[in-house]
Structures are given as C-alpha cells and as structure tokens.
C-alpha cells in the first residue's frame, strides 16, 4: 500500500476487539482491520463535516474507493 506509515499503541482490549472483529469478518491480518477501522472513523467524521460545507462531501468517499481497488487486487 502507498502512502506513510504510523506506529499505534493500542490498549490491550481494544488490541483483543480488533483481533476478534477481523477474525469474524476474515480479514487476515490486524493491520489491515486497523486500517479499515480508521477509514471508517475517518468517513464518519467526514460526514458529519460535510454537513457543514457540502462542497467537501466526497473527499474520503474517493479515498475508501481507491482503499477498496487495492484491496480487490492484492486477493
């Protein structure tokens, strides 16, 4: 994936969630369920903002597009 790269500490029961959550929707690997998890807060988010300036509306669902694109062809 391109792009840049952070290091996150997680609680060890958020660490256990996360785990449980990508196990049950068979994502391999925790990193990726994170980066799922941070696309969707980010979206979410961005709603909410969009509410406020309409004009900015589709911004992060490009960016969940293009997450997705990868997604499919790295399987």
Not at 2 to 27: F, N, S
Not at 36 to 55: M, Q, S, T, V
Request: no cysteine.
């Amino acid at each position: 994936m391109d792009g840049k790269a952070i290091t996150l500490e997680l609680p060890a029961e958020l660490w256990a969630t996360l785990d449980q959550v990508a196990a049950a929707l068979g994502i391999p690997r925790l990193e990726e369920a994170a980066v799922i998890a941070i696309a969707e807060w980010a979206a979410r988010r961005k709603a909410e903002l969009d509410d406020r300036d309409p004009g900015q509306r589709y911004f992060v669902n490009e960016a969940l597009d293009e997450l997705a694109a990868r997604d499919k062809r790295g399987k």
